[in-house]
């Protein structure tokens, strides 16, 4: 409270970049993870990328060091206007005193989730695009190709258009809404509960980490099935008109996803997933708090 939305747009957006910077390597691991035998029975493909240690092995190995920033540009401009919405439409809920009524928070969340996720499509659209590309011998998923952010944007919009920049944005949607409310709503739950236990002194930097690592575990679980069917989604080739060659959307993701790698395959890259959103819910939460006192 006390902090003008406008603020917390800003703000926001600040703590989505700062954590970026220091979780994108986790990010780059879990795309390949997600991509790695699309749409293949298990058992029935090769693995260059076998848990989360070995895969930043491999990653390493193919692009260098260097490598597990692939993408960062994008992925700070897509945390930059994602968050920066999210955060300055929950301000506003905050401020109209919605987030007072029964699950008040986690609509609010979900809200402004949906919100930040089509602001940001196009940014996540080339972070995918540049995430999965490397060397043929560990490639997986399709291969895009593009030379950098800037030369992404315009290929995409050269061949596809405006409606192009936003391809995938029907699994966008429903992944940051489910994850946005189950880390709002947890965070804010989760950091009151330790403060009225006096585990932690109201207000202070390990009361905030304490919210955000319960809140990371439940984002990983109910958001990862959805952040797999996103990544596929964005990173499908397409066919001249824009269409996809191998979804023909959401609803038909999952169920292929389900029926040829089986219900696991929802789940694929977890490990990274929450290795991921765990510090980067602490961090930008924690940067986001800390700010807003500031």
């Known amino acids: ?71 960062l540009a ?35 969340g979900a809200v402004a989730g949906a919100v930040g996720a089509v602001v940001g499509s196009p940014a996540y659209l080339v972070k995918t695009h540049l995430q999965a590309q490397t060397l043929s011998a560990v490639a997986v998923g399709h291969q895009h190709n593009h030379e950098n952010i800037s030369a992404a944007f315009k290929t995409i919009y050269k061949q596809h258009g405006v409606a192009g920049l936003w391809r995938g944005v029907s699994g966008a949607v429903p992944r940051v809404a489910v994850g946005s409310a189950a880390q709002l709503a947890t965070f804010t739950s989760a950091k009151d509960w330790v403060c009225e236990h006096q585990w932690f002194r109201e207000g202070s930097w390990a009361a905030v980490l304490a919210g955000g690592m319960v809140s990371g575990v439940a984002v990983a679980v109910t958001m990862t099935p959805f952040d797999v069917i996103s990544t596929r989604l964005y990173n499908q080739p397409v066919e001249a008109d824009g269409t996809g060659k191998l979804y023909r959307g959401f609803v038909d993701c999952i169920l292929q996803i389900s029926s040829k790698e089986g219900l696991l395959g929802l789940y694929k890259g977890i490990g990274a997933v929450y290795l991921r959103l765990g510090p980067h819910t602490v961090l930008s939460l924690f940067f986001w708090d800390e700010l807003r006192k500031m």
């Open 1 to 71: 409270g006390g902090v003008p939305p406008a603020v917390d747009l800003v703000l926001g957006a600040a703590a989505g970049c700062l954590a970026c910077v220091l979780t994108n390597p986790l990010e780059v691991v879990k795309t390949r993870l997600q991509l790695q035998g699309e749409l293949q029975p298990p058992g029935t493909y090769p693995r260059p990328y076998r848990g989360v240690l070995r895969a930043v092995g491999a990653v390493c190995q193919a692009d260098g060091l260097r490598g597990l920033q692939k993408g």
């Open 74 to 108: 994008a992925g700070l401009l897509y945390q930059g206007l994602m968050n920066g919405v999210r955060f300055y439409c929950c301000s506003l809920a905050e401020d109209a005193g919605w987030t007072w009524y029964p699950g008040g928070t986690v609509a609010a």
